[in-house]
């Protein structure tokens, strides 16, 4: 079965400084890897995700992610963070087939940037 | 385009009742998945729905169900709720297969007492 680990509950980095989110994964095939964001009280927002190609995917808000193979890892990064970039963070991994498909998601990690 | 919509977005409801939670999925979305998300579970995958088909479904009880309709939009139903399935529920849609993106609805927060 597939899987996401995110090794850290919360991550903390002050404002203008750069940040990372790790993650990573395990999967039977190819991985298709997502990463989202949710803010309080709302639904998650979609950020990038890696299908095939780059191994550096940009998103949305300044953020890329970094897909590498070997490490089995995708950790998001920013350059430089923003307090408004406090929120929780998912990395998911989509399995399936034709047949239907599931997202597994990793538990989750808080970032909070302090001004 | 209007995004993802759920309702209701809050609920409370006694425990051995049942609840029906709908979803209307962005325009041209045919694929609707169902989310549940609690403090100590994380997000857990419920059922994905395409074309009306249930083609994925979660470890979850038969109290658990759900259904598509021919214009896309969905419903989950739980029956005889107990004190644990009090979550926020996330409606997710997405043009189809693996490699696209879901766009989350704010969810239905359900409390059971």
């Known amino acids: 079965a597939q899987s996401v680990a995110q090794p850290e509950d919360q991550v903390n980095v002050a404002e203008g400084n750069p940040l990372t989110v790790k993650c990573t994964y395990s999967?039977?095939?190819?991985?298709?890897l997502f990463w989202y964001v949710q803010y309080p009280n709302r639904g998650l927002q979609f950020l990038l995700k890696?299908?095939?190609?780059?191994?550096l995917v940009k998103g949305s808000y300044g953020f890329e992610a970094e897909f590498n193979k070997s490490q089995t890892s995708f950790h998001l990064k920013k350059p430089s963070a923003l307090v408004s970039d406090s929120a929780l963070y998912f990395c998911a991994v989509r399995e399936g087939n034709t047949g239907g498909f599931k997202t597994i998601f990793g538990a989750g990690t808080r970032l909070f940037v302090k001004a | 385009k209007a995004g993802v919509t759920q309702t209701p977005r809050y609920l409370i409801k006694t425990r051995g009742q049942q609840v029906t939670l709908s979803c209307s999925p962005i325009s041209g979305h045919r694929s609707v998945s169902w989310y549940q998300q609690t403090p100590g579970q994380g997000l857990q995958f419920l059922f994905e729905y395409f074309s009306e088909t249930q083609r994925n479904k979660g470890n979850f009880p038969g109290r658990f169900s759900g259904r598509q309709f021919s214009n896309s939009r969905s419903e989950m139903n739980v029956s005889t709720l107990e004190l644990g399935d009090s979550a926020l529920y996330l409606c997710?849609?997405?043009?189809?297969?693996?490699?696209?993106?879901?766009?989350f609805g704010p969810g239905t927060r359900l409390t059971v007492t």
């Open positions: 999967v039977s095939g190819n991985p298709y």
């Open positions: 890696y299908i095939t190609g780059d191994n």
């Open positions: 997710a849609s997405s043009l189809g297969s693996s490699t696209y993106e879901q766009y």
